[in-house]
């Protein structure tokens, strides 16, 4: 089974400029998280989609991030336009349902530089 | 003050070693707590699942839970080279909630 799937794996733009990250889940799983770490800090939640609808956005740093999950599948994340802070890691993340027990999946991330 | 501390390390232990690992927190809200292991380059990995209070073993991993204090812990017996990785806790209020996640600590386990 394939698990969480993200690209690219490294991305490197300057400020300014626009990137689009996607994530395809496990097949099936109907929540999917976006997730991001800074360097030298924690991995802080950005937003969970249950299927196509946003459950809770309340982690996206302000309106320059565009979140949508397009038929409840693959899971784009857009930021326009990118600013110096916007650069760590980017992790995508599944899971088949919530409750107690619930099993996150990660991708390996996408590596954004901004420049 | 942080939601969640854990101290990044790094820890170097010997082949065969018990492993501590550590975590505060200062919302008392948490109720679930987990344990994920992230190797270079790789998303994290979730290895141990608590709920509330108490201890919970799974082959040579012991989470540990002590709301009263706001600590977990994460013991690792037996201690192996693949056991090198970063050790990230990570908390919630409650399921399918956003997880407040710590730092992670760096482990190396030398043979």
């Known amino acids: 089974e394939a698990g969480v799937t993200q690209f690219p794996s490294h991305s490197v733009i300057e400020k300014g400029q626009t990137v689009t990250l996607r994530c395809d889940p496990i097949s099936g799983h109907d929540n999917l998280y976006w997730y991001r770490r800074v360097m030298g800090k924690e991995i802080k939640f950005l937003l969970h989609?249950?299927?196509?609808?946003?459950?809770?956005e309340s982690g996206m740093p302000n309106n320059r991030f565009l979140a949508e999950r397009t038929g409840g599948t693959y899971s784009t994340l857009k930021v326009q336009p990118a600013e110096l802070e916007d650069s760590g890691v980017y992790f995508c993340a599944s899971s088949l349902q919530t409750g107690i027990g619930e099993k996150l999946f990660f991708g390996s991330g996408t590596q954004l530089s901004v420049l | 003050q942080k939601e969640v501390e854990q101290d990044p390390g790094p820890l170097s232990v010997p082949e065969g070693a018990i492993v501590s690992l550590n975590c505060t927190y200062s919302n008392s809200a948490f109720q679930y707590f987990m344990w994920y292991r992230q190797y270079s380059r790789k998303g994290p990995e979730l290895l141990m699942y608590t709920y509330s209070s108490g201890n919970k073993e799974d082959g040579r991993f012991t989470a540990q839970v002590d709301k009263s204090s706001k600590y977990i812990s994460l013991f690792i017996r037996d201690s192996q080279p693949s056991d090198s990785a970063t050790y990230l806790c990570a908390m919630s209020p409650r399921p399918g909630y956003a997880l407040n996640f710590g730092k992670g600590t760096s482990l190396l386990v030398t043979p």
């Open positions: 989609f249950v299927k196509e609808s946003k459950q809770d």
